[in-house]
């Protein structure tokens, strides 16, 4: 039981560049979100989902896409990458809404030079 | 619109001491979730404890304990006896348990608290 894969772990890119980070779970989770981790602001919310074919905007989703084909998938694309974009990126699934815990994906540390 | 705060953004203290991570929380919701989330140097985030809006009962779980405290809408973590292994980012985060209201498909984390423990 795999849980949340996140691919890649590490990447560089050029200011305009644009790229996907990949996100799946193995849990049948309705629930998915992508995060991300700046030093002294803790994890803000880009976008969430909360089913195949629904999703929405978080605190900070300017730059950034999402679409959610099924259950399992919720990459993020990353339209024209700029500087202020370098940050830890973080998938999560949750089984529902309220309570239930976020499972977490090991995370994706990017560069945007 | 929820809110987390961590107002601590680093503590070290020495191994075997005791220590304390604040975390108030703001919601105009009666039902919310609150968590406690570890972050080790390895990066990975790992779930600690959930609490609900209606259960004030605090917990205790080997040497880690929570104070859930409504009147101050609080949700403190104490580290009793730190080891260095304790060494860590810990997040607090809250979720609202609004269906109608969206809120409880957010989770909102606060900045985090780097603890440091030193021998």
């Known amino acids: 039981n795999a849980g949340v894969t996140q691919t890649p772990k590490f990447q560089v890119l050029k200011t305009g560049q644009s790229m996907t980070l990949q996100c799946a779970q193995d849990m049948n989770h309705e629930y998915m979100s992508w995060y991300r981790q700046d030093p002294g602001m803790g994890l803000r919310l880009i976008h969430y989902?909360?089913?195949?074919?629904?999703?929405d905007q978080g605190e900070v989703p300017n730059g950034y896409n999402v679409s959610r084909s099924t259950t399992e998938d919720f990459p993020l694309r990353l339209l024209s990458a700029a500087p202020s974009q370098t940050s830890v990126y973080f998938c999560a699934s949750r089984r529902g809404q309220g309570g239930a815990e976020a499972f977490f994906g090991q995370g994706t540390r990017l560069t945007v030079v | 619109a929820q809110k987390v705060t961590q107002a601590q953004t680093e503590i070290s203290v020495v191994e075997k001491e005791d220590v304390t991570l604040d975390c108030v929380y703001e919601t105009r919701d009666t039902t919310y979730y609150l968590f406690w989330y570890k972050q080790p140097p390895s990066g990975e985030l790992v779930f600690l404890i959930r609490r609900n809006s209606f259960d004030e009962q605090n917990e205790i779980s080997g040497r880690y304990s929570w104070n859930f405290q409504k009147s101050t809408s609080s949700f403190n973590f104490t580290i009793t006896a730190s080891q260095v292994v304790d060494s860590a980012v810990y997040f607090c985060?809250?979720?609202?348990?609004?269906?109608?209201?969206?809120?409880?498909?957010?989770?909102?984390f606060g900045t985090g608290t780097q603890l440091k423990v030193e021998l």
């Open positions: 985060a809250l979720s609202e348990g609004g269906v109608l209201t969206g809120g409880g498909n957010k989770l909102t």
């Open positions: 989902s909360v089913g195949a074919g629904i999703t």
